[in-house]
Structure formats: structure tokens, C-alpha cells
């Protein structure tokens, strides 16, 4: 492949000529680096204190022989590069070998033989002999040789092999063996293996590294200009991504022992956009998309061989690997894999992974979850890096960007946060895409469109750009909707699988008219192995569900006769019968888990369920399918998994109706644990807190008994149940309403709501204090007996406990209830309340109140009672409080 270029080149552009001050030419040398080293003969610098270097073209310069480091032992020198370098491209050196060879003798390229193994030979310095046991015997043409022996100014002339044009080995004409005529040539790999870590090797691992070679030649940089060419057909470029996070992963995946790793992340995520940015900074990246496999491939092997312009990838991966940075396959979209190829994954796994263990290659792969979930527990215990995740087996997680990163990539494509939806603030695709609109907008352009918008707008522009493209120049509205049906009617033959086939492709854009040409120089579509897909896979799911058939695509997903990395495509359809005809269209169309079902039909109802119903701006139409769901969720009757409670925060509904359905969930939570994953039990905490009104809805809770899981290390055991959750959240949240709490318990005429008020007799004596007061005054007579029994247990705690106000509104408290004839049964009671609510009871007369209640109360009361004034200095919103 490079042979040409050296065997066959003018002397001039090749080699360098060395020469001594007086002009006498004492060999040639050739650049072996991209450092401008070069590599002669011993013999054409010995005994120089200054060399001239005949550069092609008739130039020259002088060097020191600073510059020169001697190898005499092996008959070699190396002249560091001067500056700038020489100009001449640097030759590969290939490991030694017996058979043709050529190298150039009297300006002109000369077939020669070389014969290994190499034997011992003599060379002559001018301060010392030198036994050099590895050279090679050069068999010449007669004439040739007689003028070898009568020239030394061809020492140290490459010695090239024919087919690849690298060097095998190096001229000279200073070495003798007894009995010996012929010609001898230096090794250079045997010479660098057997010096070991000298400047030879170090050379030749720089050679191997920076000059590629090719063929019978490969090295480390061959593979690299190999792999590079896959990045140039697949179109990747280089690119930048702002996830430090994924890069270091993918860093540490290759130290590593894993030999598989696998992004997984839904489209528009930017998987793709992270594997190119990390390919093109790493040489030896093999660009790959599964729809480059084919349904005969027995193994990556096959794929990667094609990448690799035909080279052995066996080959290619083991050369890579012995020069330090295994090969790196990159193995992008597996699910456009061949139908075929895709029903034989059990059998391609395992052969793939062979064969990256037997040469030492690494895959990452970028996938959908869907793909993921099945083809990750192919592969053998020890092979993924990454960690597990639900259904999924290890792997790199990959969703929308964290905070910072995407405040800078909004500030980098001059986005307004404000003019951005919640749901895009932080995703990749839609940043990227409304950044392109926004740059095609006038300047008071507004609005904050949803993904759907974001979308819309985009393929609207996309038209318009295509339609100028066809017109070479401005085009109206007109032209710009007809390029924008073309695109549709796209969608709609492709909606099914996601691939056009090369004949409808052809149809719709043809190349006589610069269709062709456009829609994949503006990107909309890209070639995909024989048909095209659009280029971006979450807008191609949005495009294509306009246009499925959900009436006969929900009916073949259940049978399992659509793929389920379509699922994303059907989950949009159905959003978009939502947008057109309301929620309510959903109901009795969108499969739901239930028990029972088979694994097709529940897998799908699993993953619509879980991408339509958060997507869905209003869900109230579809609480009792929620609930539904989130009974037999909590009664184990369907998995969890996908319905963590990131799912159920994120519907539309009301707080009020997210609690009941997440107390309906909770049977369901693990038992608490560190890394055990996130709680149902947690989410419900985390919404009361946010939304304190809803904290008197837990006593709707009272009544459930359903058991909830325990640590088994429970201290002390006891049974926990959905009432007991509700007890403890009330008592954790108990200060965001405490009044009302307090209210609500007393409602609820429940022994737990009784037992919740014991305690907060305990941990909260003055809301207690607060609710006797209100409840004394209301006209209920139950809430009246509350008075009397909370207020005489609250007073009999330390007298520490209470203050001078809580005491008073207890005082206050009992006056009313004795100021009331209708409850003469709960005046001995009240006595006994405001006794020992007594603010500063005299020294030594703990027990007076009941000389007070001896007296009927009547003059204790004067002395004892509150005003109301005093009494409303403590009223809360509900009562008398501080």
C-alpha cells in the first residue's frame, strides 16, 4: 500500500545523503520518526567531528557529532533531528525477515535477497573491531555487488521490502566473515530486541507508534490510520462532550480487566456524542453501527476485519496490543443489527467476547435499555464494567446533564434558561437542536416549547434550509411545506422498523435532483448498512410515531413481533393520539402491567406505561388506572421495576392523589438498607415535606394494615404496617403543621391517631396546650371530652415541661369548660385541670388545688383563670399557640 511511494520515489525525496567537510559523501541515511531522527551506518559517521546533510532538492546543513549517537556494536548510528527536521517522509521499519528485498545503489532501486537467520560478521571501527552476530547476508547481482564493494557512500542505505516498502534492515559495506563475499545488512528489530532499552528500541517503538505501516508491515500506527478511516466513513469528527464523569469511566475501563462496557441511555442523551468525542482522542478507535453488521457474521471479528479495509483483524487487534493501546471497537446503535444476526445474539456473544479476550481488544457499546436488557446477560460473568441497575446487567448509565455542565452548555449556545421548558433545561438534544433555532429566529423570538415543539420547530427548519438548498437560493413556504412532506412520507415507510429502504430513499429523494445529496449533507438522514435512518434517534421516534399504526402496532408488540427497541417510536404515538384527541383517548388503549400476562404483552405494557403516563401534561384522566396499577404494585401481584418512585413524582396529578398512590405502594418497598435504591416510603417524605397541607391526609392511612417489609435486624421486632408508615411520618413531619396535625388526629377517632397524640403530649406539650384550648371551645362535645383528657395529661407532666403560657392556656382552657352547664360530667374533670395547671402553685402546698375544688372551684377560678385576652396572645392559626 506504501510501497510504492518509497521503492519507487526519486532518490532525493527519499534519503538523505552524509557527507564529511571536504565534501567526500560517506553514506546515506534515512528518517526513522516524526522527530526527524536519522537512522545510517556506523561506518558513515566514524572518526566525523562535523557532518553535512544532504538534504533533497540540493540543500545541506552541518551537524556536530553532538548529535550522533554511536552504536557501533551493531555497525548503526542515529542522528538526532536537527531543526527543522529534514524533509522527508519517515519510513517504516518492519521486524526483519528472509526473502526479495531492495535497496538503492547507484541512483537507482536494486533487487536483492536477504538470508536469515543472521550470522556473525566483522566490523571494523577506527578505534576497535566489533563482532556483530545477528547480520543479515545481502545477495546482489553480480554488478551490483562488485559496486557496493568499490563504494562505501551507500552505506547505510535502507533495505526495503518490495511488497510494503518498509525497511527490514540497513547497508553496509564496512562488514566481513571469512569465506564471505556477499554483501551484509543490519536488523534493526533484532538489534533493538537485543539491545533491549536503548535508543534503537526506544526508536522503533516510536517508529511503530508515528509512522504508519501497512500489510505484512502493520504496526500500532497502521492500525491507527486504519481505525481512523472507520471514524471518516461512519462521519464521526471530532467533537467535544462536557460529562468528565463518562470520559473517566470509559479511562478506567481500559485499565481495567472488564473487556465489554456498554452506555445505555435513551436517545437523545448523547451517547453517541460522548463515543465520538472519546474516539477521536484515542488512536486505535474501530467506528462501528450495528446496522455495519451482517446476518452472516459469526463474530465481531467479521465487522471489525471490514472496518479495517481487509486487513486480519486478528492481526490488527494484536499488533495494537503489543504496542501498548489494545484496539478499541466502538459499536454504535446495535439494535439496527440484521434481523437475522439479532435472533443468533446468544450464539455472537459469546463468539465476540472469545475472540476480544484471545487479542486483547475492549468493545463499548452504546444502546438503548431496551437492547440492554437482553443482550447484557449474554455475555459472561466478569466481562462488563459498570455496575447493575434494576433489570439492567452492569453498565455506564447515561441520561441529561447535571446542573453545572448544562448551564454551561446553555451559555455556550447563548440560551436564556428562561426560554427553556423544565423538561429541556438539561437535555443534550434539545439544547442542541433549539440552539439551531434560535439562531434561525429573530432576535425577539420567545417561548419555551416542550420537546414536541422543539421537535416541530426543527423539522420546519430543516425543510426550509432544504428547500433553499434545491432552489441554490431563497424559497417560500410552499417549496419548504413540499420538502417537509417528503420527509413525512420518510417517516411513514419507515415508521415501522425505523429503516428506509434504499428503494423508497431513492424515490423520495432522488440523486438527479440534488435530493439526495441534501438531505444527508443537511443531516436529516444518514445510510444505515443498505436502507437510511434518520440521524437522530429521539426525533426519529417522535417523526415516526405521527405515523404508526397503533391499532395494528400495539397488537404485533404484544404478540412479539415488533422489536422492542420500538418501544420509544409506539410511546410517542400514543402521546400524539393524546395531544390530538385528549387523555381520556388512552384509556383502554395504553397496555397496562396486570398479572398473569405473557412475557411480551407484560414487557410492553411495563415500558409504554412507564414512558407515557410522566410524559402526559395532565394524568388525572387516568387516576383509576393508576390506582390499579399501584395496587398491584404494593400487592406484589407486578414487579416494581420500572415503577421506582422517580415514575410517580413525576406524573401530573394533584399531591394529594400522588400520596394516596404512593400508600398504595408501599408494601412494595425493600427494607431499608444502605444502596438498597430509593423508597417508596421516602418519596412519600419527601412530598409531605414539600407540601405541608397534606400532612392531615394521613389519616386515611389509619385503616391500612397491609404489612410493610422489615430489616431483620428490627430493634425492637414488631410488626410494621401502612398505618404505623403514617404514624411515623406524622410525628417526623409534626412541626410543618402542628396545630392542624394535632386537629386531625383528634378527628380521626383512631387508635392510632390516639397513640400519635400521646406522644406528642410528650414531644410537644405546647401544641398540646394550644389544641386543649381550641378544643374546649368547640362546639363538638367529643372534642370537649378531648379537652378535659389531653389537657390533664398534658398538665401532669414535669412542671419543667410546660411554660407559664402553656400553663395558662390550659387554665383557660378549663374555665371554659366550666362556664359550660351542658357539661356538668366534665366539671370535676376541668376542676382537677385547672388545679394542676396552676402557674406558681404557693411552696409546700402541691395539693391546695384541692381546697380550690372543695370549694366548688367557684373562688379558685378567680384566682387561677386567665383572661381571654391573655389567652389569645397564644392562639396559632388554629387556636391559642405561640
Given at each position: 500500500m506504501?510501497?510504492?511511494?518509497?521503492?519507487?520515489?526519486?532518490?532525493?525525496?527519499?534519503?538523505?545523503?552524509?557527507?564529511?567537510l571536504?565534501?567526500?559523501?560517506?553514506?546515506?541515511?534515512?528518517?526513522?520518526?516524526?522527530?526527524?531522527?536519522?537512522?545510517?551506518?556506523?561506518?558513515?559517521?566514524?572518526?566525523?567531528?562535523?557532518?553535512?546533510?544532504g538534504?533533497?532538492?540540493?540543500?545541506s546543513?552541518?551537524?556536530?557529532?553532538?548529535?550522533v549517537?554511536?552504536?557501533?556494536?551493531?555497525?548503526?548510528?542515529?542522528?538526532?533531528?536537527?531543526?527543522?527536521?529534514?524533509?522527508?517522509?519517515?519510513?517504516?521499519i518492519?521486524?526483519?525477515?528472509?526473502?526479495p528485498?531492495?535497496?538503492?545503489?547507484a541512483?537507482?532501486?536494486?533487487?536483492?535477497?536477504?538470508y536469515?537467520?543472521?550470522?556473525?560478521a566483522?566490523?571494523?571501527?577506527?578505534?576497535?573491531?566489533?563482532?556483530?552476530?545477528?547480520a543479515?547476508?545481502?545477495?546482489?547481482?553480480?554488478?551490483?555487488?562488485?559496486?557496493?564493494?568499490?563504494?562505501?557512500?551507500?552505506?547505510?542505505?535502507?533495505?526495503?521490502?518490495?511488497a510494503?516498502?518498509?525497511?527490514?534492515?540497513?547497508?553496509?559495506?564496512?562488514?566481513?566473515a571469512?569465506?564471505?563475499?556477499?554483501?551484509?545488512a543490519?536488523?534493526?528489530?533484532?538489534?533493538?530486541?537485543?539491545e533491549?532499552?536503548?535508543?534503537?528500541a526506544?526508536?522503533?517503538?516510536r517508529?511503530g507508534?508515528?509512522?504508519?505501516?501497512?500489510?505484512?508491515?502493520l504496526?500500532?500506527?497502521?492500525?491507527?490510520?486504519?481505525?481512523?478511516?472507520?471514524?471518516?466513513?461512519?462521519?464521526?469528527?471530532?467533537?467535544?462532550?462536557?460529562?468528565?464523569?463518562?470520559?473517566?469511566?470509559?479511562?478506567?475501563?481500559?485499565?481495567?480487566?472488564?473487556?465489554?462496557?456498554?452506555?445505555?441511555?435513551?436517545?437523545?442523551?448523547?451517547?453517541?456524542?460522548?463515543?465520538?468525542?472519546?474516539?477521536?482522542?484515542?488512536?486505535?478507535?474501530?467506528?462501528?453501527?450495528?446496522?455495519?453488521?451482517?446476518?452472516?457474521d459469526?463474530?465481531l471479528?467479521?465487522?471489525?476485519?471490514?472496518?479495517?479495509?481487509?486487513t486480519?483483524p486478528?492481526?490488527?487487534?494484536?499488533?495494537?496490543?503489543?504496542?501498548?493501546?489494545p484496539l478499541?471497537?466502538?459499536?454504535?446503535g446495535?439494535?439496527?443489527?440484521?434481523?437475522?444476526?439479532?435472533?443468533?445474539?446468544?450464539?455472537?456473544?459469546?463468539?465476540?467476547?472469545?475472540?476480544?479476550r484471545?487479542?486483547?481488544?475492549?468493545?463499548?457499546?452504546?444502546?438503548?435499555?431496551?437492547?440492554w436488557?437482553?443482550?447484557?446477560?449474554?455475555?459472561?460473568?466478569?466481562?462488563?464494567?459498570?455496575?447493575?441497575?434494576?433489570?439492567?446487567?452492569a453498565?455506564?448509565?447515561i441520561?441529561?446533564?447535571?446542573?453545572e455542565?448544562?448551564?454551561?452548555?446553555?451559555?455556550?449556545?447563548?440560551?436564556?434558561?428562561?426560554?427553556?421548558?423544565?423538561?429541556?433545561?438539561?437535555?443534550?438534544?434539545?439544547?442542541?437542536?433549539?440552539?439551531?433555532?434560535?439562531?434561525?429566529?429573530p432576535?425577539?423570538?420567545?417561548?419555551?416549547?416542550?420537546r414536541?415543539?422543539?421537535?416541530?420547530?426543527?423539522?420546519?427548519?430543516v425543510?426550509?434550509?432544504?428547500?433553499?438548498?434545491l432552489?441554490?437560493?431563497?424559497?417560500?413556504?410552499?417549496?419548504?411545506?413540499?420538502?417537509?412532506?417528503?420527509?413525512?412520507?420518510?417517516?411513514?415507510?419507515?415508521?415501522v422498523?425505523?429503516?428506509?429502504?434504499?428503494?423508497?430513499?431513492d424515490?423520495l429523494f432522488?440523486?438527479?435532483?440534488?435530493?439526495?445529496?441534501a438531505v444527508?449533507?443537511?443531516?436529516?438522514?444518514?445510510?444505515?448498512?443498505?436502507?437510511y435512518?434518520?440521524?437522530?434517534?429521539?426525533?426519529?421516534?417522535?417523526?415516526?410515531?405521527?405515523?404508526?399504526?397503533?391499532d395494528?402496532?400495539?397488537?404485533?408488540?404484544?404478540r412479539?413481533?415488533?422489536?422492542?427497541?420500538?418501544?420509544?417510536?409506539?410511546g410517542?404515538a400514543?402521546?400524539?393520539?393524546?395531544?390530538?384527541?385528549?387523555?381520556?383517548?388512552?384509556?383502554?388503549?395504553?397496555?397496562?402491567p396486570?398479572?398473569?400476562?405473557?412475557?411480551?404483552?407484560?414487557?410492553?405494557?411495563?415500558?409504554?406505561?412507564?414512558?407515557?403516563?410522566?410524559?402526559?401534561?395532565?394524568?388525572?384522566?387516568?387516576?383509576?388506572?393508576?390506582?390499579?396499577?399501584a395496587?398491584?404494585?404494593?400487592?406484589?401481584?407486578?414487579?416494581?421495576?420500572?415503577?421506582t418512585?422517580?415514575?410517580?413524582?413525576?406524573?401530573?396529578?394533584?399531591?394529594?392523589?400522588?400520596?394516596?398512590?404512593?400508600?398504595?405502594?408501599?408494601?412494595?418497598?425493600?427494607p431499608?438498607?444502605?444502596?438498597?435504591?430509593?423508597?417508596?416510603?421516602?418519596?412519600?417524605?419527601?412530598?409531605?415535606?414539600?407540601?405541608?397541607?397534606?400532612?392531615?391526609?394521613?389519616?386515611?392511612?389509619?385503616?391500612?394494615?397491609?404489612?410493610?417489609r422489615?430489616?431483620?435486624?428490627?430493634?425492637?421486632p414488631r410488626?410494621?404496617t401502612?398505618?404505623?408508615?403514617?404514624?411515623?411520618?406524622?410525628?417526623?413531619?409534626?412541626?410543618?403543621?402542628?396545630?392542624?396535625?394535632?386537629?386531625t388526629?383528634?378527628d380521626?377517632?383512631?387508635?392510632?391517631?390516639?397513640?400519635?397524640?400521646?406522644?406528642?403530649?410528650?414531644?410537644?406539650?405546647a401544641?398540646?396546650?394550644?389544641?386543649?384550648?381550641?378544643?374546649?371551645?368547640?362546639?363538638?362535645?367529643?372534642r370537649?371530652?378531648?379537652?378535659v383528657?389531653y389537657?390533664?395529661?398534658?398538665?401532669?407532666?414535669s412542671?419543667?415541661?410546660l411554660t407559664?403560657?402553656?400553663?395558662?392556656?390550659?387554665?383557660?382552657?378549663?374555665?371554659?369548660?366550666?362556664?359550660?352547664?351542658?357539661?356538668?360530667?366534665?366539671?370535676?374533670?376541668?376542676?382537677?385541670?385547672l388545679?394542676?395547671?396552676?402557674?406558681?402553685?404557693?411552696?409546700?402546698?402541691r395539693?391546695?388545688?384541692?381546697?380550690?375544688?372543695?370549694?366548688?372551684?367557684?373562688?379558685?377560678?378567680?384566682?387561677?383563670?386567665?383572661?381571654?385576652?391573655?389567652g389569645?396572645?397564644?392562639?396559632?392559626?388554629?387556636?391559642?399557640?405561640g
Amino acid at each position: 500500500m506504501a510501497v510504492d511511494s518509497v521503492a519507487t520515489a526519486d532518490p532525493a525525496g527519499a534519503l538523505v545523503r552524509v557527507g564529511d567537510l571536504a565534501g567526500r559523501p560517506r553514506g546515506v541515511a534515512f528518517r526513522a520518526d516524526t522527530d526527524g531522527t536519522l537512522v545510517t551506518s556506523h561506518e558513515a559517521v566514524d572518526g566525523l567531528a562535523r557532518l553535512v546533510l544532504g538534504e533533497p532538492g540540493g540543500a545541506s546543513r552541518v551537524v556536530d557529532a553532538a548529535t550522533v549517537t554511536e552504536l557501533p556494536h551493531w555497525d548503526l548510528a542515529l542522528i538526532r533531528a536537527p531543526e527543522p527536521p529534514c524533509p522527508v517522509e519517515p519510513l517504516v521499519i518492519a521486524p526483519d525477515r528472509a526473502g526479495p528485498a531492495r535497496l538503492r545503489l547507484a541512483d537507482a532501486w536494486t533487487d536483492a535477497t536477504l538470508y536469515a537467520p543472521g550470522r556473525p560478521a566483522v566490523y571494523t571501527a577506527t578505534d576497535r573491531f566489533h563482532r556483530i552476530d545477528e547480520a543479515l547476508e545481502l545477495q546482489l547481482p553480480p554488478g551490483a555487488a562488485v559496486g557496493l564493494r568499490l563504494d562505501a557512500a551507500h552505506t547505510g542505505s535502507p533495505v526495503v521490502d518490495p511488497a510494503t516498502g518498509a525497511v527490514l534492515a540497513v547497508l553496509t559495506t564496512a562488514l566481513h566473515a571469512p569465506g564471505r563475499s556477499a554483501g551484509f545488512a543490519v536488523p534493526l528489530h533484532t538489534a533493538a530486541t537485543l539491545e533491549g532499552t536503548g535508543p534503537l528500541a526506544a526508536l522503533l517503538r516510536r517508529n511503530g507508534a508515528t509512522v504508519p505501516g501497512f500489510g505484512a508491515a502493520l504496526n500500532p500506527a497502521g492500525v491507527g490510520a486504519l481505525a481512523a478511516d472507520s471514524l471518516a466513513r461512519a462521519g464521526i469528527r471530532p467533537t467535544r462532550h462536557d460529562r468528565p464523569e463518562l470520559g473517566g469511566e470509559l479511562v478506567e475501563f481500559e485499565r481495567g480487566s472488564a473487556t465489554v462496557a456498554a452506555l445505555v441511555g435513551l436517545p437523545g442523551t448523547g451517547r453517541t456524542t460522548l463515543l465520538a468525542a472519546h474516539a477521536t482522542d484515542r488512536p486505535g478507535t474501530v467506528w462501528l453501527r450495528g446496522a455495519d453488521l451482517l446476518p452472516g457474521d459469526g463474530g465481531l471479528r467479521d465487522a471489525v476485519g471490514r472496518a479495517l479495509a481487509r486487513t486480519d483483524p486478528d492481526v490488527a487487534a494484536r499488533t495494537a496490543r503489543d504496542g501498548g493501546r489494545p484496539l478499541l471497537v466502538v459499536l454504535d446503535g446495535p439494535e439496527e443489527m440484521p434481523e437475522e444476526l439479532a435472533a443468533r445474539l446468544a450464539a455472537w456473544v459469546p463468539t465476540t467476547v472469545g475472540w476480544l479476550r484471545a487479542v486483547g481488544a475492549r468493545l463499548v457499546l452504546a444502546c438503548r435499555p431496551e437492547h440492554w436488557e437482553r443482550a447484557g446477560r449474554l455475555f459472561p460473568p466478569g466481562t462488563l464494567h459498570g455496575r447493575p441497575a434494576g433489570r439492567l446487567p452492569a453498565h455506564l448509565p447515561i441520561g441529561d446533564l447535571a446542573p453545572e455542565p448544562a448551564g454551561r452548555v446553555r451559555a455556550a449556545a447563548g440560551l436564556d434558561p428562561a426560554g427553556l421548558a423544565p423538561g429541556e433545561a438539561a437535555h443534550p438534544l434539545s439544547l442542541r437542536m433549539l440552539a439551531d433555532i434560535r439562531a434561525a429566529q429573530p432576535a425577539d423570538a420567545g417561548g419555551a416549547p416542550d420537546r414536541s415543539g422543539i421537535f416541530s420547530a426543527h423539522l420546519d427548519l430543516v425543510a426550509l434550509r432544504l428547500a433553499e438548498t434545491l432552489a441554490g437560493g431563497a424559497a417560500d413556504r410552499a417549496a419548504a411545506a413540499r420538502t417537509a412532506a417528503r420527509i413525512h412520507q420518510a417517516a411513514r415507510r419507515s415508521a415501522v422498523t425505523g429503516a428506509l429502504p434504499r428503494r423508497a430513499f431513492d424515490a423520495l429523494f432522488p440523486w438527479s435532483g440534488g435530493w439526495a445529496r441534501a438531505v444527508l449533507d443537511h443531516g436529516v438522514l444518514r445510510p444505515a448498512g443498505a436502507e437510511y435512518r434518520f440521524a437522530d434517534e429521539e426525533f426519529a421516534d417522535w417523526l415516526h410515531g405521527r405515523h404508526l399504526d397503533l391499532d395494528a402496532a400495539l397488537p404485533a408488540a404484544a404478540r412479539g413481533d415488533l422489536p422492542r427497541h420500538r418501544a420509544g417510536a409506539v410511546g410517542h404515538a400514543l402521546l400524539h393520539r393524546c395531544a390530538r384527541q385528549g387523555p381520556d383517548a388512552l384509556r383502554g388503549l395504553l397496555p397496562l402491567p396486570v398479572a398473569d400476562t405473557p412475557v411480551e404483552r407484560s414487557w410492553w405494557a411495563a415500558r409504554l406505561s412507564h414512558q407515557v403516563l410522566p410524559a402526559l401534561p395532565d394524568a388525572h384522566a387516568l387516576l383509576p388506572e393508576l390506582r390499579g396499577l399501584a395496587d398491584r404494585i404494593g400487592a406484589g401481584a407486578v414487579p416494581a421495576e420500572p415503577f421506582t418512585p422517580d415514575f410517580w413524582r413525576a406524573l401530573a396529578i394533584d399531591a394529594h392523589h400522588r400520596l394516596d398512590l404512593l400508600r398504595r405502594l408501599l408494601p412494595a418497598d425493600r427494607p431499608p438498607h444502605p444502596g438498597g435504591g430509593p423508597r417508596y416510603l421516602t418519596a412519600a417524605s419527601e412530598l409531605l415535606a414539600a407540601e405541608p397541607t397534606t400532612l392531615p391526609l394521613l389519616r386515611h392511612w389509619f385503616d391500612d394494615d397491609r404489612p410493610l417489609r422489615a430489616a431483620p435486624d428490627l430493634v425492637p421486632p414488631r410488626d410494621l404496617t401502612v398505618a404505623s408508615a403514617a404514624q411515623a411520618l406524622l410525628h417526623t413531619h409534626r412541626r410543618l403543621a402542628l396545630d392542624e396535625i394535632t386537629d386531625t388526629l383528634a378527628d380521626a377517632e383512631h387508635p392510632c391517631a390516639d397513640e400519635v397524640l400521646a406522644d406528642l403530649v410528650h414531644d410537644e406539650p405546647a401544641a398540646l396546650c394550644r389544641a386543649v384550648e381550641r378544643w374546649a371551645q368547640d362546639r363538638r362535645p367529643e372534642r370537649r371530652a378531648d379537652a378535659v383528657a389531653y389537657g390533664l395529661r398534658t398538665a401532669g407532666r414535669s412542671p419543667r415541661a410546660l411554660t407559664d403560657a402553656d400553663r395558662a392556656l390550659l387554665r383557660y382552657a378549663a374555665r371554659a369548660l366550666l362556664d359550660r352547664p351542658e357539661d356538668v360530667t366534665l366539671h370535676p374533670s376541668a376542676c382537677a385541670l385547672l388545679v394542676q395547671a396552676w402557674a406558681r402553685p404557693p411552696d409546700g402546698t402541691r395539693g391546695s388545688g384541692g381546697s380550690v375544688v372543695d370549694g366548688g372551684c367557684a373562688g379558685g377560678l378567680g384566682k387561677a383563670g386567665v383572661s381571654r385576652p391573655e389567652g389569645a396572645r397564644y392562639r396559632g392559626p388554629a387556636g391559642p399557640g405561640g
